[in-house]
């Protein structure tokens, strides 16, 4: 039987002003900085549903739909979608809070994040206590 992850926060995992030494040739932020930030704020989520070490396996789908620039301020918000016996499944969001608009608010992007729970030696283990 599937492990049902904990509730929803309203709150974001991470939030962070974007600062000059993220920018590219272009002057907008790059996408590893941001690819980098979905996956501490998967970190956050998938902590909040157990405390183990994880490992990254996978990030799906991310297209970027906006650009980030400097001092735009990063919301991620991660959910858990999925609790395997020794993986989790976190859907993260990513909006951006303009510098000069501050009543702007634009989607970035999204990513599907997927962790392994590990022990000492990189070994998979369970996620939940009560997992099989």
């Given at each position: 039987m599937p492990q049902q992850p904990k509730p929803p926060s309203n709150?974001?995992?991470?939030?962070?002003v974007m600062m000059p030494r993220d920018t590219n040739a272009e002057g907008t932020i790059f996408g590893g900085v941001i690819l980098s930030?979905?996956?501490?704020?998967?970190?956050?989520?998938?902590?909040?549903?157990?405390?183990?070490?994880?490992?990254?396996?996978?990030?799906?789908?991310?297209?970027?739909?906006?650009?980030v620039f400097?001092?735009?301020?990063?919301?991620?918000?991660?959910?858990?979608?999925?609790?395997?016996?020794?993986?989790?499944?976190?859907?993260?969001?990513v909006c951006a809070r303009r510098r000069l608009e501050p009543e702007c608010v634009v989607k970035v992007t999204e990513a599907e994040v997927v962790f392994v729970a590990v022990d000492q030696q990189g070994k998979p283990i369970p996620v939940l206590c009560n997992a099989p």
């Open positions: 709150e974001p995992a991470i939030r962070v930030l979905i996956d501490q704020a998967a970190f956050v989520e998938a902590v909040r549903q157990a405390h183990h070490r994880y490992v990254t396996v996978s990030m799906h789908e991310v297209e970027f739909h906006e650009p400097v001092g735009d301020v990063l919301s991620l918000y991660a959910d858990t979608s999925r609790i395997g016996r020794t993986s989790l499944t976190i859907r993260v969001r």
